[in-house]
């Protein structure tokens, strides 16, 4: 059987790519937590401020190489790329999810070999 990703984090990465705010926002939960570039943001809108200063600025693009399922995490590996020095640039997505949607999102430099 092959493992399929959530909607919710296929959704999260198209709204990323496409730099649809509203559906970027959706995807999180109303106490949604975002560890991202050593800070932290809280909920849905600090979040979506944070992604369209980050992503949209930059012109972030990501493509996602592959996941797992460990601790109750789904954990995304991803290419980004962009008009930022590094680029491209492999992450990690830490993705905790409740009710199907993002309850709790940390972007961290990958640690895998690919």
Known sequence: ????????I?????AANTFDNHLLFTCFTEDALLYDEKKIFYGPSE????MIEASNKLAV???ILHFVEHDEQIIVTATITGNFAG??????????????????LTIVPSTSEE
Do not use: V
Not at 47 to 50: F, G, R, S
């Open 10 to 14: 296929m959704t999260y990465f198209q």
């Open 61 to 63: 693009q990501a493509k």
């Open 1 to 8: 059987m092959t493992l399929q990703l959530p909607p919710i």
């Open 87 to 104: 680029s491209p640039l492999n992450l990690d997505y830490h993705f905790s999810l409740e009710q199907e949607k993002i309850s709790k």
């Open 47 to 50: 979040i979506e401020k944070h």
